[in-house]
């Protein structure tokens, strides 16, 4: 994220973040392409599942709006903020994949909380300032 934040925006800020977005995910499509000729595509019988259609159909979504969505609106958060500001976004997944998992059903076990209070900890020794030199305290006569 750190090389990424402040390569787009420094050198890809005046592009609109549709066409950062397109470039990258267009290259990583073909490398995807190729993999999915070498492991077979599904035929009419295999997409008459229903569990491989509703795989497919949530790749799909995964893809349309957990990464090039996603990724869109990063990059215009990144174009309208600092590199910093941007990147401290990433500290939110793991909220939103507890909270999302958790509307879905799953169970939410104390292993995810932790981790959860774990990463927030991090951020938060991370980002907190630090003091300046001590001052010596002055000694009063007396």
Request: no cysteine.
């Amino acid at each position: 994220y750190g090389l990424n934040v402040n390569l787009i925006k420094s050198k890809l800020s005046k592009y609109p973040p549709i066409v950062v977005t397109t470039i990258p995910l267009s290259g990583v499509s073909v490398f995807a392409l190729v993999l999915l000729f070498f492991t077979g595509i599904p035929t009419g019988a295999e997409l008459a599942d229903i569990q491989v259609t509703k795989s497919l159909v949530s790749v799909l979504i995964l893809g349309i709006i957990g990464t090039a969505f996603a990724l869109v609106l990063f990059n215009r958060l990144l174009q309208v903020s600092s590199p910093v500001f941007a990147a401290s976004v990433t500290y939110l997944i793991p909220i939103v994949a507890l909270i999302v998992g958790f509307a879905d059903g799953e169970q939410i076990k104390n292993g995810h909380v932790f981790g959860l209070i774990l990463i927030l900890v991090g951020v938060s020794l991370v980002n907190k300032k630090k003091k300046s030199a001590v001052e010596p305290e002055s000694q009063s006569a007396g």
